[in-house]
Structures are given as structure tokens and as C-alpha cells.
T-cell receptor, first 117, second 111 residues
Framework: DAMVIQNPRYQVTQFGKPVTLSCSQT?????MYWYQQKSSQAPKLLFH???????NEADTPDNFQSRRPNTSFCFLDIRSPGLGDAAMYLC????????????????FGSGTRLTVV | QKEVEQNSGPLSVPEGAIASLNCTYS??????FFWYRQYSGKSPELIMF????GDKEDGRFTAQLNKASQYVSLLIRDSQPSDSATYLC???????????FGTGTRLLVSP
């Protein structure tokens, strides 16, 4: 089945130690997103790639970076994780819109739960 | 600032009752509306999608959209304990392909 896969499912990292989360997709969607979701909060968009074009949200800290080496893969790099970065990180994909009101085929991965110790 | 508002709950209903979840949004340019279910520690799961005014039914779920009032709701008929989860409302705004989420409503269905 076509899907969005995130690895690892759980990640424990030390305070200040760089960490990378990965996302792959078999949907051939051109847009990939990274969301951060803290406990009891809404998912918050960090950035997205439209094809190779990187789009950063205005309030995303510089500590967060992303790479998309090809259509299938996208990485989230946290350069110096702090305790406040502990969260669920969700990768999602979508395709270009079709007719009016299209749902863009939004698909979420299972998420990576990041713990900072 | 494009905002999506939901009552955080919890909304408690007995098994078999109808659960009514509500969402308002700030931008009249909103195009498409989603309801996601999220169990604790899991990723969001799409329940319903609606873009036209009126009702859309899928099994026990009915989404209702009123663009004039900037209001979208989700009705769950014959609520089951397995429906206990957080329900996230999300919106796509015209000209943007990004989903904007509300903070979610926690639903508790008691046996």
C-alpha cells in the first residue's frame, strides 16, 4: 500500500545533541510537510517542501532545518535540541489540487515521538 | 492570522448517544474542511472531508458546513467507547495548500 513512513517511531536524544528524523513516501506526492505537536496542542506546521522549493513558517526556530534529497524522502534536523522540543513530529504529504474543494490527498505518517533528556 | 477554534472539552456522552463537535474558522477564504480523529500517542486519522455547504454523511459520521456562519461541525451517531479520542478540525485556505488545525476537542464516550 502507498504510504508515508516515519523512522524512528520513538527517539530519545540528549540535550544539545543533533538529531535527525526521517520520512519517506511511496505516494509520489510533490508536497511534504513537517508538523510539531506538543501534548494537548494542535499540530503546528514547521515547514514544507513544494517539489524542491523549501518554505519555512515565519515562527519556526532556526534550530529546525529540513532536507529533501529526492521526491520520496524528507528529513527533519534539530541542531541543538532543548527540553522544549520534546514533541510528536508528524510528516505529511499532499499532491497538487484538482477540482474546487479538492482534499489534496493529505496523508500523515505515524509520527516520531521525540524525548529530550 | 488564520485561526481555527474548537472547544477543548472534554465532551462526555453516554454510549449510543449523538456526539456533536463544533469548529469555527476566521477566514472567509477557507476552501476545504477536514475532521481528523487522533488517539493518544497516534497520528491524526482522516474521518471526514467537506467543501460544500450542507451535510455530508459517511456511516455514523455527518459533517455539516455553513460558510456564511464560518462554522463546521461533526456529528457522531450511536457513539461507541472506541470513539473516545481527540477530534481535530482542520482548514485549507484558498491559495494555500497548508492545513491549519484547531486545538481539538476531546470526546469521552462512557459505556
Amino acid at each position: 500500500d502507498a504510504m508515508v513512513i516515519q523512522n524512528p517511531r520513538y527517539q530519545v536524544t540528549q540535550f544539545g545533541k543533533p538529531v535527525t528524523l526521517s520520512c519517506s513516501q511511496t505516494l509520489n506526492h510533490n508536497v511534504m510537510y513537517w508538523y510539531q505537536q506538543k501534548s494537548s496542542q494542535a499540530p503546528k506546521l514547521l515547514f514544507h517542501y513544494y517539489d524542491k522549493d523549501f518554505n519555512n513558517e515565519a515562527d519556526t526556530p532556526d534550530n529546525f532545518q529540513s532536507r529533501r534529497p529526492n521526491t520520496s524522502f524528507c528529513f527533519l534536523d534539530i541542531r541543538s535540541p532543548g527540553l522544549g522540543d520534546a514533541a510528536m513530529y508528524l510528516c505529511a504529504t499532499s499532491r497538487d489540487g484538482g477540482p474546487a474543494g479538492d482534499h489534496y490527498g493529505y496523508t500523515f505518517g505515524s509520527g516520531t515521538r521525540l524525548t529530550v533528556v | 492570522q488564520k485561526e481555527v477554534e474548537q472547544n477543548s472539552g472534554p465532551l462526555s456522552v453516554p454510549e449510543g448517544a449523538i456526539a456533536s463537535l463544533n469548529c469555527t474558522y476566521s477566514d472567509r477564504g477557507s476552501q476545504s474542511f477536514f475532521w481528523y480523529r487522533q488517539y493518544s500517542g497516534k497520528s491524526p486519522e482522516l474521518i471526514m472531508f467537506i467543501y460544500s455547504n450542507g451535510d455530508k454523511e459517511d456511516g455514523r459520521f455527518t459533517a455539516q458546513l455553513n460558510k456564511a456562519s464560518q462554522y463546521v461541525s461533526l456529528l457522531i451517531r450511536d457513539s461507541q467507547p472506541s470513539d473516545s479520542a481527540t477530534y481535530l478540525c482542520a482548514v485549507i485556505y484558498t491559495g494555500f495548500q497548508k492545513l491549519v488545525f484547531g486545538t481539538g476537542t476531546r470526546l469521552l464516550v462512557s459505556p
